[in-house]
């Protein structure tokens, strides 16, 4: 700055040498505040007139234009300066704001060599910026995801954007389950330069998740066992009358062919019944079996007639023990969903042994349940009505709730497991009716074509 | 024991088929019900029976309805069967006058057993009240006189007191005696007083 403004005082070139203190300024821009840069500015305007001053007695001549020329330079890169360093801080400001994220951004590009590795993804994986710069992102992550790489980044170039699960490992070797957005960069020609993921740590919600699942499953089976116990009796009953028959048949069987002339016409008979009875007991076992398996839901194609006929089945001795007239209106062969015949069958069954309880407590003397199937558009409706107590509004909206109970030994937990099988099937469960004329139970199921 | 009649009341179709072809395979008659009320309003022929009687039935059970023969005073021997019986139950069953409790599924030679000695008591008692209505018979043809001398004699009167009592000859009172004793066909004195039993006569009346 000195040797310009002594270059400008002292010598007289042809030049608006002052021009030259714009490079002064550039060179101050990066330090200095915007009050610094207008005063520097100031300072070099000032020497730039004392110069003139100094240097030209005449003050009408080509050399004042030149002065002028100068001046109107240095405060148009002051200008500019400041305004570029306004822009450059609140870049800087923005860039540290997103530098605070917890997710861990990487920036690499589309064959995976990393360019770009944020606080977060330091954190997350346990490597530093420095370590991993021009590194495979894939290999030193170990990625894995339940697609291959290759079709993950032709969705990319065909969305521009990808959104999924990995599993990763990071540097202590530890496996995390990430959730992954990728998006693609083009150059301005549309070609692939960039990817950036932002990923987020789900490992613990992921694993969260499947511990509340793994208690549902266990829950759903212990009151399946609990019904179960209800109905052990019934059971019981169910297949010792077959046992029963087959002894009482194979004895008399025996008795018929020892006799002085055997009555082969009735050996057969007898014989054709402990057959047919030990089919029967076999069914009954059958059927437990199904029912007591803890097992993940299989959806296969069923036939809701078929559901809710052997889920009348099982429930045959509550309801005569209980005098109730069941009323079906539902056909077989016509109603199909996809869907867990075990789970679903534990849904009717429950709500039919509420509507047996209800009718129980109940005072009237009309002792009904009435279950109807049809089909309607795309869903398949289910509707089971009992004249019981019925359901009072108020308790309407959360009937379905974990652990409402309105039985005096009730556990809460039979109608929430409806609702959650329900809606496992894409289905929908609610209630209507008044209370003191009985309940309306309905499930809809998206019906296959 | 051919001219005798087993019922069957159990709603389980299947069993009633094999147990009634069981009976069947030693000569028994056999007649199956699936509720009370179709036994009930089956006539049943004069002739030594038994009921075999499942707990569990549609309606009314089993139990309930051997209380209600009772009330009925049917006297048909009843075997009682269930598939799970405890002992509050077969205590109530056998208190009813159930002549046996068995459970399902038993062996054949049990409910035979059980099917032989019914039938048995049921004879036993058939013949027992078909000799009291002989008895009656007899008792219907003495004079009222005769009626008033047998009821005395047989509670211990010598002759003379009786003719005492009656103002009676004792002479009298000793062909009254003869008459009785050849009218209610008694071969001894001891007899007599056995069949005074039977009719429940007491003296004084």
């Known amino acids: 700055m000195v040797a310009i403004f002594i270059t400008d005082a002292l010598t007289s070139l042809d030049i608006a040498v002052a021009v030259l203190y714009i490079l002064v300024i550039m060179i101050a821009m990066r330090s200095f505040s915007a009050y610094g840069i207008k005063f520097l500015s100031i300072v070099c305007a000032c020497l730039t007139v004392i110069a003139f001053f100094i240097s ?167 009151s399946r ?195 959650s099988i329900i809606e496992a099937h894409d289905g929908k469960i609610w209630t209507e009716g008044k209370e003191g004329r009985g309940a309306i139970f309905y499930f809809i199921l998206p019906a296959l074509k | 024991m051919t001219d005798s009649f087993v019922f069957i009341v159990d709603d389980d179709q299947a069993f009633c088929g094999a147990l009634g072809s069981l009976l069947r395979s030693v000569d028994l008659k056999v007649k199956c019900f699936s509720s009370p009320r179709e036994f009930m309003l089956f006539p049943r022929p004069n002739i030594p029976s038994c009921l075999i009687l499942d707990v569990r039935l549609k309606g009314m059970s089993g139990l309930e309805f051997q209380a209600r023969l009772n009330e009925l005073k049917d006297c048909i021997p009843v075997i009682i069967i269930t598939a799970h019986g405890d002992i509050a139950m077969s ?23 059980a099917v032989m000695e019914a039938l048995e008591e049921d004879f036993r008692r058939r013949t027992r009240e078909q000799c009291t209505i002989d008895l009656c018979e007899r008792y219907k043809t003495l004079t009222s006189r005769e009626q008033q001398v047998m009821a005395m004699a047989t509670a211990g009167l010598m002759n003379k007191h009786i003719a005492g009592e009656l103002d009676l000859s004792e002479f009298t009172v000793k062909i009254h005696r003869r008459s009785v004793m050849k009218k209610m066909q008694a071969k001894s004195f001891a007899e007599l007083v056995r069949m005074a039993q039977a009719l429940s006569l007491r003296w004084p009346s």
């Not at chain 1, 025996?254 to 047919?276: T, Y």
């Not at chain 1, 109807?372 to 009937?399: C, F, H, M, P, W």
């Open chain 1, 56 to 222: 030209h007695d005449n003050l009408l001549c080509t050399a004042f234009a030149r002065c002028l020329v100068s001046l109107i330079a240095i405060a148009i890169a002051a200008g500019l300066a400041i305004k570029t360093n306004k822009f450059s801080d609140q870049l800087q400001a923005h860039l540290k704001l997103l530098a605070q994220t917890h997710d861990a951004v990487i920036i690499c590009t589309f064959d995976g060599s990393i360019s770009g590795w944020n606080l977060g993804a330091q954190v997350l994986y346990g490597w530093n910026e420095d370590e991993v710069k021009k590194r495979n992102c894939w290999n030193l992550l170990n990625t894995r995801s339940a697609l291959p790489l290759q079709t993950i980044k032709d969705e990319l170039l065909i969305n521009g954007c990808w959104e999924g699960e990995l599993t990763e490992t990071t540097r202590m070797g530890k496996e995390v389950i990430i959730l992954s957005r990728w998006s693609l960069y083009n150059d301005h020609c549309g070609r692939p330069q960039a990817i950036l993921a932002c990923n987020n740590d789900i490992t613990e919600s992921r694993h969260a998740e499947e511990e509340l699942h793994r208690s549902q499953t266990e829950l759903a089976h212990v």
């Open chain 1, 225 to 419: 066992l609990t019904m179960l116990g209800e109905l052990g009796t019934s059971i019981a009953h169910e297949v010792n009358q077959p046992l029963a028959a087959i002894i009482t048949n194979a004895e008399a069987a025996l008795r018929w062919l020892r006799r002085a002339k055997p009555d082969l016409n009735e050996v057969q008979i007898a014989m054709e019944q402990v057959s047919s009875n030990a089919r029967r007991a076999s069914e009954v076992i059958h059927r437990i079996r199904a029912w007591t398996r803890k097992s993940s839901p299989k959806y296969e194609l069923l036939d809701i007639g078929v559901v809710l006929t052997e889920s009348l089945t099982l429930l045959d001795r509550e309801i005569y023990r209980h005098r109730i007239n069941v009323n079906r209106s539902f056909e077989e062969n016509s109603l199909y969903v996809l869907g867990d015949p075990v789970q679903l069958q534990q849904v009717v069954i429950n709500l039919i042994l509420n509507s047996i309880q209800s009718i129980e407590s109940s005072s009237s003397h009309v002792r009904k349940i009435h279950v109807r199937a049809r089909q309607s558009d795309e869903k398949i409706i289910v509707e089971i009505e009992d004249s019981g107590t019925g359901v009072d509004e108020e308790n309407q909206s959360v009937l379905f709730d974990a652990f409402f109970t309105t039985k005096e030994n009730g556990m809460g937990i039979g109608l929430c497991i409806c609702r």
């Open chain 2, 91 to 113: 205590v109530r069953a056998m208190r009813a006058g159930a002549l046996n409790f068995l459970t399902k599924p038993f062996r054949d030679q049990d409910i035979l057993d």
